[in-house]
């Protein structure tokens, strides 16, 4: 197996974001989790984690931990969308809109296109001007169906057992308890360090699953030392 390139650091990142991350691996070490990294990737998914860290346990596989780093208020409500209540009030909108269908089809007949022989496999036009209560209903069945797949990154974490820890990183007064995705734990930037605003949930995971992530974290520091000391891939395959 080849040795993946070492992957530069994001130049549209913000400084704040780049801070709270820094933070968040202080935190780790600082509470046990000695083996930790920044820009982690996430086994069997295409996705990367702001930063994770594996806390070692005497004579067992230890404890996983991940952390995200949100630096402004929309970016944390865009992931912190819960896909189960997305799916709810989306099942409420369709419902609505067959609703207005029925009864556009009972007063409005000519919105049928005329494109079938058949009634029942004809086109129907109900976004004709004068439905606009209609048309809202479908741009928020679009809105909403784009955000069920997409920006639901604490969701999908958990629900892939990712870790057994999951934490929010952020500045103060920017997120609340009550707005935090269930079983996230929240720190909070105080001074120079970050403190516990809110306690995770521990989530039991295999232990095949926190090895891949500790291999993952692993990887993720010797690409870091890698860019520190100027180490490119053709350096490495040049020694081998």
């Known amino acids: 197996?080849?040795?993946?390139?070492?992957?530069?650091?994001?130049q549209s990142e913000s400084a704040a974001h780049r801070d709270l991350k820094r933070l968040a691996l202080i935190w780790a070490q600082?509470?046990?989790?000695?083996?930790?990294?920044?820009?982690?990737?996430?086994?069997?998914?295409?996705?990367?984690?702001d930063a994770a860290a594996y806390r070692p346990v005497r004579g067992a596989?230890?404890?996983?931990?991940?952390?995200?780093?949100?630096?402004?208020k929309p970016d944390f409500l865009r992931d912190a969308r819960s896909i189960q209540v997305t799916a709810d009030r989306l099942k409420i909108l369709h419902a609505r809109r067959s609703r207005i269908e029925e009864e556009l089809l009972l007063h409005y007949p000519s919105i049928r296109c005329g494109d079938s022989l058949f009634q029942e496999y004809q086109s129907l036009d109900f976004e004709r001007p004068g439905n606009e209560r209609y048309q809202r209903i479908l741009q928020d069945i679009q809105r909403l169906a784009t955000g069920l797949h997409a920006n639901t990154k604490f969701d999908r974490l958990v629900k892939w057992g990712a870790a057994n820890l999951f934490w929010v990183v952020a500045d103060p007064d920017m997120i609340a308890e009550h707005e935090m995705p269930a079983g996230w734990g929240l720190l909070l930037r105080e001074g120079s360090g970050l403190r516990v605003a809110a306690k995770p949930t521990l989530h039991e995971v295999p232990?095949?699953?926190?090895?891949?992530?500790?291999?993952r974290i692993a990887l993720a520091a010797s690409r870091a030392v890698n860019r520190e000391h100027?180490?490119?891939?053709?350096?490495i395959r040049g020694m081998g």
């Open 61 to 72: 596989i230890g404890i996983t931990a991940v952390f995200e780093c949100k630096a402004s």
């Open 1 to 10: 197996m080849g040795i993946p390139r070492i992957a530069p650091v994001s």
């Open 207 to 215: 232990e095949p699953e926190r090895l891949a992530l500790f291999h």
């Open 30 to 49: 600082a509470n046990g989790y000695r083996i930790a990294a920044a820009e982690v990737s996430l086994p069997n998914y295409r996705f990367r984690l």
């Open 230 to 235: 100027g180490i490119a891939f053709a350096d």
